[in-house]
């Protein structure tokens, strides 16, 4: 497993932009699929975007596709989320997560139950 630390949350208003960053200490950081996913009040949690251990597949929900960017840097051992074009339904706290039970997979994973390390989260607000 790794410990993640996330960053970068915040309040922006409608069609502004923020940037998470996902810090990860661990030696499987870089053979694990990474992934953010968003809980808001009342809510299941969700996956937002997913990208797998080499950075050349990724995975975006509906709901965001076009408009955030997920990356990843191994040699710094972090994750990032690009949000653009923010609305206020993705007001929520944001997790960063790691599937390092099954490394090196083409495919990012994106189901909850396939992330066996998670941040502590950052809470995103959108204001209207």
């Known amino acids: 497993q790794v410990q993640l630390v996330e960053s970068g949350g915040g309040l922006v208003q409608a069609g502004g932009s923020l940037r998470l960053s996902c810090a990860a200490s661990g030696r499987t950081f870089g053979s694990a699929t990474m992934g953010w996913f968003r809980q808001a009040p009342g809510k299941e949690r969700e996956v937002v975007a997913a990208?797998?251990?080499?950075?050349?597949?990724?995975y975006y929900a509906d709901s965001v596709k076009g408009r955030f960017t997920i990356s990843r840097d191994n040699a710094k051992n972090t994750v990032y989320l690009l949000m653009n074009s923010l609305k206020p339904d993705d007001t929520a706290v944001y997790y960063c997560?790691?599937?390092?039970?099954?490394?090196?997979?083409?495919?990012?994973?994106?189901?909850?139950?396939?992330?066996?390390?998670w941040g502590q989260g950052t809470q995103v607000t959108v204001s209207s």
């Open positions: 990208i797998n251990w080499i950075g050349r597949n990724t």
């Open positions: 997560a790691a599937a390092t039970a099954v490394p090196y997979i083409l495919a990012p994973q994106q189901r909850v139950a396939d992330f066996d390390s």
